[in-house]
T-cell receptor
């Protein structure tokens, strides 16, 4: 079936370095994508979104890149901080209101 | 309230017991979603309401699962005759608009453990 998947299940970076988290999606009908951050014991927290008519969107310290040709999404976090440690999920909205989430990447930031 | 509120935060149920999980969405939010998150996995869609209308229940795993939102605000997810495979975190999310592609805000979830 349709799915959203992540290339790397875990990522460990040094504080201050940039982080890149990747995601592959398979539903070409999806026109909206979101990155969520989930800390232990909490619900997913919205980070940034992008629509399919864009290929890049920037927020505060975060950038999302969308490559529709290869169905690839990435999240870049600049100057990664210990507070960024969490599990990151990409999600797509292929139809209706529901989101399809990927498996998640655990980001660990070493001080 | 300031965010999506779910109760209880934790629930332990004996196998075969019925449970009811509550979600208070952000005031005024039209859309409400329920997701199930197994340990180490991403959330999986269960059902979606627009006001009081349940528009999509395609993700409910069996007829033991039932959701309602009678007045278009608070929602309850009920699981009858719980099984061990029902153990998961149940997440509720709400969004302001009925339009697609609008930000959904999640609650902290209810962790259900079936023993």
């Amino acid at each position: 079936g349709e799915s959203v998947g992540l290339h790397l299940p875990t990522l460990s970076v040094q504080e201050g370095d940039n982080s890149i988290i990747n995601c592959a999606y398979s539903n070409s009908a999806s026109d909206y994508f979101i990155w969520y951050k989930q800390e232990s014991g909490k619900g997913p927290q919205f980070i940034i979104d992008i629509r399919s008519n864009m290929d890049k969107r920037q927020g505060q310290r975060v950038t999302v890149l969308l490559n529709k040709t290869v169905k690839h999404l990435s999240l870049q976090i600049a100057a990664t901080q210990p507070g960024d440690s969490a599990v990151y999920f990409c999600a797509e909205n292929p139809q209706g209101g529901k989101l399809i989430f990927g498996q998640g990447t655990e980001l660990s930031v070493k001080p | 309230g300031a965010g999506v509120s779910q109760s209880p935060r934790y629930k332990v149920a004996k196998r075969g017991q019925d449970v009811a999980l509550r979600c208070d969405p952000i005031s005024g939010h039209v859309s409400l979603f329920w997701y199930q998150q197994a340990l180490g996995q991403g959330p999986e869609f269960l059902t979606y309401f627009q006001n009081e209308a349940q528009l999509d229940k395609s993700g409910l795993p069996s007829d033991r699962f039932f959701a309602e939102r009678p007045e278009g605000s608070v929602s309850t997810l009920k699981i009858q005759r719980t099984q061990q495979e029902d153990s998961a975190v149940y997440l509720c999310a709400s969004s302001l608009s009925s339009q697609m592609n609008t930000e959904a805000f999640f609650g902290q979830g209810t962790r259900l453990t079936v023993v």
